[in-house]
């Protein structure tokens, strides 16, 4: 920055250049007597020192690089003047032809409008180069495996990268593109815009490479998780009106459930009751109290048998060693053993070819029987579908069949009285189509006992 200032003060201390804004007057150029303050010491330089005909200076070069985007000194003549030779001629006649200029439109010229002209960049001096946008990261690291690869180039070794490349699968290019059909073409297949087909155009090793394959769905997920309907239709002994036969129906199937559900309450409180014949009498107590007592007597008396007959039992009995005769005997025995064994087995294999037919008859069934096995699991997974299964803790609990007795129908839409929840009824539905899990309402348990404070005021009223 220094030096350019000083190569800009040489510039106007030439001959030639020109000051293009001057502001200064003469009668301010003349020498007056200074007034005299010692320099030496720092605080004095800024407070007595004249800078103002450098800062005249250094605008007067700004102001020259905004208009004209440079010093009037250093430009040549063809750029600050130009030679008028008048207006050109409006046609001109070479030889047996007239050469016209193309005419303009009358009027007013078109001009720019004045929120343009403000909005442009009026000065001529160039933006300064931003040497961020020039920067690239890790440029130093990028050039050094560059240099590095250069290296391995010239001495013949190819990446492992390139290799991959190398011993990638060759692309058939020789399929020929399918001819698109003309629209005009009645017989041509039905094609719908708005599908969600996606066709895969590139390679298959390259896109499963770069991870955009798309991962193979399983089939299991497109299972429907109960075959159930989403919304189930009463039967018809639930109208406002029904039958007498299917409203008879209907209220045998409540009873029915009604008459489980006392057998399950009864079973309980079968299980739950106390037997009398378990209560406790005197008799009993006094049975539990003296039964120890007797126990005792009989083992004192018992004890000194059993010392007299500890004596002869007390000695232990050493294993004798056994003799070699007596070794290879064992060993001879087990190998006649081994051997009749393995004859066995072998006239097992010669007699099962005359069973062959018994065999075929006992594998055909055994097969019969592993089909009949296989369907009936089959069928069984099939009447589960339509079944809850157990996603959680809690057991799933059937709704109340919502029905009326024969006392209690309406027989008009006017004076029917609506029963049950349709948020409770879309509720037990998810359950039981396998979609949630089932639950019960949190209970609140409070973490603190409730204190109870006695106001002022409500003693001053009592």
Avoid at 38 to 48: L, R, Y
Avoid at 154 to 173: H, M
Avoid at 377 to 398: I, N, S
Avoid at 439 to 458: D, G, I, N, S, W
Wanted: overall charge positive; aromatic content about 4%; glycine content about 4%.
């Amino acid at each position: 920055m220094a030096a350019a200032r000083r190569l800009k003060r040489v510039a106007s201390s030439q001959p030639g250049f020109l000051n293009f804004k001057s502001t200064s007057d003469p009668a301010d150029l003349l020498s007056s007597r200074r007034k005299r303050v010692n320099k030496n010491k720092k605080k004095n330089w800024n407070k007595h020192s004249d800078i103002n005909d450098i800062d005249a200076f250094l605008q007067d070069v700004r102001h020259q690089e905004r208009t004209t985007g440079g010093l009037l000194s250093e430009k040549s003549d063809d750029s600050l003047f130009f030679l008028d030779v008048g207006q050109p001629k409006k046609a001109e006649q070479k030889g047996k032809y007239l050469i016209t200029q193309p005419c303009k439109r009358k009027g007013k010229a078109s001009r720019p409008l004045r929120i343009d002209l403000i909005l442009q960049h009026d000065s001529l001096v160039p933006p300064p180069k931003d040497v961020l946008a020039f920067q690239q990261p890790n440029a130093r690291k990028l050039r050094r495996i560059a240099q590095k690869a250069e290296q391995l180039a010239a001495k013949g070794v190819v990446p492992r990268s390139q290799k991959r490349l190398l011993n990638r699968r060759p692309v058939d290019r020789t399929v020929k593109k399918a001819v698109t059909e003309a629209n005009n073409n009645p017989d041509r297949e039905y094609y719908d815009i708005w599908g969600q087909e996606i066709k895969d155009a590139a390679d298959p090793w390259y896109l499963q490479q770069t991870g955009k394959k798309r991962v193979k769905r399983p089939e299991k997920l497109n299972e429907k998780p109960s075959v159930l309907p989403a919304v189930e239709v009463i039967a018809p002994g639930g109208s406002y009106n029904p039958d007498f036969f299917s409203h008879q129906a209907l209220l045998q199937e409540a009873h029915e459930v009604e008459v489980k559900k006392q057998k399950e309450e009864d079973k309980i409180a079968k299980q739950l009751a106390v037997n009398r014949e378990d209560t406790a009498t005197e008799e009993t107590i006094f049975r539990e109290q003296v039964e120890g007592l007797v126990d005792e007597e009989n083992e004192e008396e018992a004890a000194p048998n059993e010392e007299e007959g500890d004596g002869a039992v007390g000695a232990i009995v050493m294993a004798e060693k056994k003799t070699e005769r007596q070794r290879k005997r064992e060993r001879a025995d087990k190998i006649k053993e081994q051997r009749r064994l393995a004859s066995r087995r072998k006239t097992g294999q010669h007699q099962q070819l005359f069973q062959l037919r018994s065999i075929k008859a006992s594998i055909k069934q055994q097969d019969q029987k592993t089909k009949a096995n296989q369907m009936q699991r089959k069928a069984k997974q099939e009447a589960q579908k339509a079944q809850p299964r157990r996603l959680g803790k809690l057991k799933f609990q059937a709704q109340d069949l919502e029905v009326q007795l024969s006392d209690e129908l309406a027989g008009s839409l006017r004076r029917l009285k609506p029963e049950g929840s349709v948020l409770k009824d879309r509720f037990k539905s998810l359950q039981k189509r396998n979609l949630i899990e089932p639950r019960e309402r949190a209970k609140f348990k409070r973490r603190h006992k409730v204190k109870y404070v006695e106001k002022r005021a409500f003693r001053e009223i009592t």
